[in-house]
T-cell receptor
């Protein structure tokens, strides 16, 4: 149980376009989801905390207008990278907190902006 | 933001040997978790240890926690080639988010 499905697993887009990444909790309700970014050979950096039905909380240094987060239901959170540029190329991972279990992670999305 | 540091940053050992990774953190925590990440993949939750626990076992894994020193260790016994991966500690300070350390890249030599 406690599975988070993340799509797409990889995406290549042109500079200036927007990309949407989805995370769905399959067998539980996730009131809170977290979005991380990971550059090669580095650790996961928390970008924002997504709360169902309210605005996301962004970590310091993360542009909220560039990384749009929507958590409209208890099973779906989306991250949209707007006007993507090559420096946005990274591995993006979502996570959800599961009561009495801990945290479960999506399988990640590798974004390449060309 | 990052909570802490793992050491070593990279570790290569022979198959069958034990691997020990350490994690230090800065603030008080509710629990500490260890995760494994194979190259380019998502994270696999290995073990969670609460702040009132000192040691926990799961198969070949042994985790210790010393809250007075704000440190934790992960021991993998009898290592296997499949253990090759990056290992991260992550802390939950009770503010509903977990923060990752920098990770240790473990390489098991045949």
């Amino acid at each position: 149980g406690a599975v988070v499905s993340q799509h797409p697993s990889w995406v290549i887009c042109k500079s200036g376009t927007s990309v949407k990444i989805e995370c769905r909790s399959l067998d539980f309700q996730a009131t809170t989801m977290f979005w991380y970014r990971q550059f090669p050979k580095q650790s996961l950096m928390l970008m924002a905390t997504s709360n169902e039905g309210s605005k996301a909380t962004y970590e310091q240094g993360v542009e909220k207008d560039k990384f749009l987060i929507n958590h409209a239901s208890l099973t779906l959170s989306t991250l949209t990278v707007t006007s993507a540029h090559p420096e946005d190329s990274s591995f993006y991972i979502c996570s959800a907190q599961v009561i009495n279990y801990g945290y479960t992670f999506g399988s990640g999305t590798r974004l390449t902006v060309v | 933001s990052q909570q802490g540091e793992e050491d070593p940053q990279a570790l290569s050992i022979q198959e069958g040997e034990n691997a020990t990774m350490n994690c230090s953190y800065k603030t008080s925590i509710n629990n500490l978790q260890w995760y494994r990440q194979n190259s380019g993949r998502g994270l696999v939750h290995l073990i969670l240890i609460r702040s009132n626990e000192r040691e926990k076992h799961s198969g070949r894994l042994r985790v210790t926690l010393d809250t007075s020193k704000k440190s934790s260790s992960l021991l993998i016994t009898a290592s296997r080639a499949a253990d090759t991966a990056s290992y991260f500690c992550a802390t939950d300070a009770g503010d509903d988010k977990i923060i990752f350390g920098k990770g240790t890249r473990l390489h098991i030599l045949p």
